[in-house]
């Protein structure tokens, strides 16, 4: 840049969820064109970085704190036009997001943001579920149990539970014993479904348990799965395979919407 008070943009770009074809055409036109990227190291697959210039600056954020990721963030604005903070799935997840934002907006750095596929998305994807039914459910929430982040009055698991809801659970692998008993105090039956994937559309290494209240721990503890894993818990759950199914009323005869006349 041709002058230091002329900053380029540092642009948020979501990776996705860990196969490198799952970042958006635009987030990959980014990467091709970035003068510095600083990558989710823990979770974000390199070979996203395959795209990148020979000459791009790039760095791993994992043993970095916020300040340290700010400032790398807020020099590299200062000498290149396009700056990019790739972070896995989407950004607005459980990402640092404002955190990072908010001293890029006080040095005056312009900041844009590029969604990507959240693992929720892809774990759906791997395991060919739908998070919405008619009649069974049309609501899914994205949370995560109490660990050292602590939950909001109002967001406990039994609280959210209580929805008979989709729930995708984040962050939280390491305690399905807490899943266990949120969903219990909710009311959920020992049969009711779970599913566990593991590095969800990661090539090679995505795994998918299925089990139920009562198992999904002990068949976790047996995979080996202790990182990397979404908790997927919903009345949905293995709809393939039932017999009967309310059809969605977009596409009954009888119904009209803004495409269609109803015929009946
Ligand atoms: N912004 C990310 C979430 C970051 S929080 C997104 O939108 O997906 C990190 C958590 O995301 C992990 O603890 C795990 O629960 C989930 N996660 C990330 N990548 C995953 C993957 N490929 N498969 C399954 N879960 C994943």
């Known amino acids: 840049m041709s ?28 990467v091709e064109r970035a003068g510095a990227i600083l990558y989710a190291g823990s979770l974000v697959s390199e070979a996203a970085m395959r795209w990148a ?5 790039i760095a791993d954020s994992k043993d970095m704190t916020l300040e340290q990721m700010s400032a790398w963030l807020i020099e590299r604005a200062a000498r290149h036009e396009v700056v990019l903070r790739l972070q896995t799935g989407d950004p607005a997840l459980y990402g640092t997001l404002i955190e990072l934002v908010q001293p890029l907006d006080a040095a005056g750095i312009p900041v844009a943001v590029v969604p990507g596929v959240s693992s929720a998305m892809a774990s759906a994807a791997a395991a060919v ?5 008619p009649e069974v459910t049309q609501t899914t ?32 692998i390491t305690l399905l014993q807490k899943v266990e008993v949120g969903l219990r105090e909710a009311g959920w039956p020992d049969d ?5 994937v593991h590095k969800a559309s990661w090539p090679g290494e995505e795994r998918i348990v299925r089990g139920t209240l009562a198992t999904i721990k002990q068949r976790c503890r047996e995979a080996g799965i202790v990182s990397q894993a979404m908790v997927i818990a919903s009345p949905t759950l293995g709809a393939r395979g039932w017999p009967e199914l309310a059809k ?3 596409y009954d005869a009888s119904f009209t919407h803004r495409f269609r006349k109803a015929s009946a």
């Open 53 to 57: 210039p020979a000459s791009c600056d």
């Open 129 to 133: 579920e739908s998070f919405t039914l």
């Open 141 to 172: 929430i994205f949370t995560r149990v109490e660990g050292r982040t602590p939950m909001p009055a109002g967001e406990s698991l039994r609280e959210l539970a209580a929805h008979r809801c989709t729930l995708c659970i984040f962050l939280s």
């Open 3 to 30: 002058t230091a008070t002329k900053y380029g943009t540092v642009w948020f770009v979501g990776a996705g969820p860990g196969d490198p074809d799952l970042i958006t055409v635009k987030g990959r036109g980014l």
């Open 192 to 196: 009711a479904p779970v599913l566990v």
């Open 248 to 250: 969605s009323r977009l």
